[in-house]
């Protein structure tokens, strides 16, 4: 009968580790994920970004937005979609934040 105490301590040892490196998976899956959203923002903001310094250049000189709201609008989106929710009505409630968010931005640039 004491063979059952290193059996079942080798098992539990065992099952423990194998847990520990299942959630360790899920947590990296999650941060790489999450990582690549965000350079995924970034290089589509700096993209926008680009073209709207382009256009504002041939059209007198028109102010642009900072880079940082480019950036959020596309994080907002890709994360929407990334949870599968890129309704209508959520471009809609994006599109009215971005709105505020350049709204405030403009005014302190005035």
Do not use: C
């Amino acid at each position: 009968m004491e063979f059952w105490v290193p059996l079942l301590s080798a098992l539990m040892g065992a099952l423990v580790g194998a847990a520990s490196s299942v959630a360790t998976m899920i947590v990296q899956a999650h941060r790489d994920d999450a990582r690549h959203t965000r350079e995924t923002a970034v290089t589509l903001a700096l993209a926008e970004h680009t073209l709207h310094v382009d256009l504002a250049k041939g059209n007198g000189g028109q102010s642009i937005l900072p880079i940082t709201a480019y950036f959020t609008h596309h994080l907002h989106a890709l994360n929407l979609a990334r949870k599968g929710s890129l309704s209508a009505d959520d471009m809609k409630a994006l599109n009215a934040q971005m709105a505020e968010i350049n709204r405030v931005l403009r005014e302190g640039q005035e």
